[in-house]
């Protein structure tokens, strides 16, 4: 019996959230040049599509990503943390990523750039490190 793979029940553009109702599995005859096609469709279901998908095509790993929550130019909240302690601040996203992505930001004071984590719809977060106060 050949293996069963998820493909598009109907066309689905570019950036669009997949939902369930979106996919179904279907049998392959011969999967020549799609080893990396999705045997469940609870893989995909909740992720963005990378490009525009036509109906009937057998969805593979490069099809979707996870959803941007920022995008390159936005204003983000970043937030610094460090033993216990929280501060906030705004800057400008120089990239756009999605959950856990490592992304560059631009402070509004001084236009200086830095790398931050994603960690929320347009925030990101960064872990500054403790110092050790010297005994005179």
Same mark, same amino acid.
Not at 9 to 30: F, N, Y
Not at 47 to 61: C, M, Q, S, V
């Given at each position: 019996?050949?293996?069963? *793979?998820?493909?598009? =029940? ?6 669009? *959230? ?14 020549? =040049? ?11 279901? %909740? ?8 109906? %009937? ?26 033993? %216990? ?11 756009? =990523?999605?959950? %856990?992505?490592?992304?560059? *930001? ?13 960690? =929320? ?16």
């Amino acid at each position: 019996m050949s293996p069963s *793979v998820v493909v598009a =029940g109907r066309s689905l553009p570019r950036g669009a *959230v997949i939902r369930a109702a979106d996919l179904r599995c279907e049998q392959a005859e011969a999967l020549d =040049g799609q080893s990396q096609a999705l045997q469940s469709i609870d893989e995909v279901v %909740g992720k963005e599509t990378t490009r525009a998908i036509p109906a %009937g095509k057998i969805l593979d790993r490069s099809s979707f990503r996870q959803p941007l929550l920022v995008r390159r130019g936005e204003m983000v909240t970043v937030y610094a943390r460090c033993a %216990g302690v929280r501060v906030r601040s705004t800057a400008r996203a120089r990239e756009e =990523g999605s959950l %856990g992505d490592l992304i560059a *930001v631009e402070s509004l004071l001084d236009r200086a750039e830095y790398f931050a984590s994603v960690s =929320g719809i347009q925030e990101v977060e960064v872990y500054a490190q403790a110092t050790q106060a010297r005994e005179e």
